[in-house]
């Protein structure tokens, strides 16, 4: 089945850095999305990427969607505390669109 | 004011028990969903529900029965639980449409077995 490998699977980074994380498929995907999930909270969507190449930000966040439908990328800019928590691309699987595959998961860990 | 809310948020039990755990989203959504994270955070969908009907029922062993008594509500029942259970379970519901990524997650139930 299609599958979602982020890396890298961990990142020790100091406040005020910034992240650049990845994600790849060996499958196309015709949407890429970018989930955050806190400790003890369930994910929560950060970007929706729609179309090959589009590059989309939300406040310090960007995201990418990699022109061969393969692969999409996350950047943090000035990183704070409050970015803690393990970041999770995911796509709806082809051929059904109702089931959204995630992929194995970025922890982020941000010290002060 | 939670838009999706599940309970317990931490279910300790013994192996061999059957446990429910109870799932409600106030969204007015039509698609409600049943998904697994293991000790490795990999998450996983389980199950999915359209205004009550079942329409995604991936690879899950038929000890775990989701019932939807309407669309609002969508619970989970494992029997005969067994150590490989332990994890946490996530409710999620999403609008009509071409809505999957307005995916909305409860906070998620830890299931330990023991």
């Known amino acids: 089945g299609q599958q979602l490998n982020q890396s890298p699977q961990s990142m020790f980074i100091q406040e005020g850095e910034d992240v650049s994380m990845n994600c790849t498929s060996s499958?196309?995907?015709?949407?890429w999305l970018w989930y955050k999930q806190d400790p003890g909270e369930g994910p929560v969507l950060l970007i929706a990427?729609?179309?090959?190449?589009e590059l989309t930000s939300n406040g310090r966040l960007t995201a990418q969607f990699g022109i061969t439908r393969k692969d999409s990328f996350l950047n943090i800019s000035a990183s704070i505390p409050s970015d803690v928590g393990i970041y999770f691309c995911?796509?709806?699987?082809?051929?059904?669109?109702?089931?959204?595959?995630f992929g194995t998961g970025t922890r982020l860990q941000v010290f002060p | 004011d939670t838009a999706v809310s599940q309970t317990p948020k931490y279910l300790v039990t013994q192996m061999g028990n059957d446990k429910s755990i109870k799932c409600e989203q106030n969204?007015?959504?039509?698609?409600m969903y049943w998904y697994k994270q293991d000790s490795k955070k990999f998450l996983k969908i389980m199950f999915s529900?359209?205004?009550?009907?079942?329409?995604i029922n991936e690879t899950v062993p038929n000890r775990f029965s989701p019932k939807s008594p309407d669309k609002a509500h969508l619970n989970l029942h494992i029997n005969s639980l067994e150590l490989g259970d332990s994890a946490v379970y996530f409710c999620?519901?999403?609008?009509?449409?071409?809505?999957?990524?307005?995916?909305?997650f409860g906070s998620g139930t830890q299931l330990s077995v023991l």
């Open positions: 969204l007015g959504h039509d698609t």
């Open positions: 990427l729609y179309k090959a190449g």
């Open positions: 995911a796509g709806p699987a082809l051929g059904n669109t109702d089931k959204l595959i």
């Open positions: 499958s196309i995907f015709n949407t």
């Open positions: 999620a519901s999403s609008g009509t449409g071409s809505a999957i990524e307005k995916l909305f």
């Open positions: 529900y359209n205004n009550k009907e079942l329409i």
